[in-house]
């Protein structure tokens, strides 16, 4: 079983910068590939970034490439998503999720195993 709570959102200006952290609970959350996903109003839930348990390998949506960064502390047991030049488009609830596939990097919902709650990032002009 693993637990992941998000933390980091809020308001910020388009071009703005932010940093989100998905902390993970549970002796095995370090085996876990993780990914995060965004939802906006009225849309579904999207695939933004994966990386794997060990951290060697990433993976990111189209439209982020080059702006945001997916890392990770396995010795804090937490997830890092790193938001540069932001836009408007990328306001959303921000969601992480945990893959009990050490590689997973892909973009299916159903490829992760547990998901935290949410957190809102409001990227305003």
């Known amino acids: 079983q693993v637990q992941l709570v998000e933390s980091g959102g809020k308001l910020v200006q388009v071009g703005g910068s932010l940093r989100l952290s998905c902390a993970a609970s549970g002796r095995t959350a370090r085996t876990y590939a993780m990914g995060w996903f965004r939802q906006a109003p009225g849309k579904g839930r999207e695939f933004v970034a994966a990386i794997s348990s060990s951290g060697s390998t990433t993976a990111y949506e189209d439209s982020v490439k080059g702006r945001f960064t997916i890392s990770r502390d396995n010795g804090k047991n937490t997830a890092y998503l790193q938001m540069n030049s932001l836009k408007s488009e990328d306001t959303a609830v921000y969601y992480c999720?945990?893959?009990?596939?050490?590689?997973?990097?892909?973009?299916?919902?159903?490829?992760?195993?547990?998901w935290g709650q949410g957190t809102q990032v409001t990227v305003s002009s």
């Open positions: 999720a945990a893959s009990s596939r050490s590689n997973y990097m892909g973009s299916r919902l159903s490829g992760y195993d547990y």
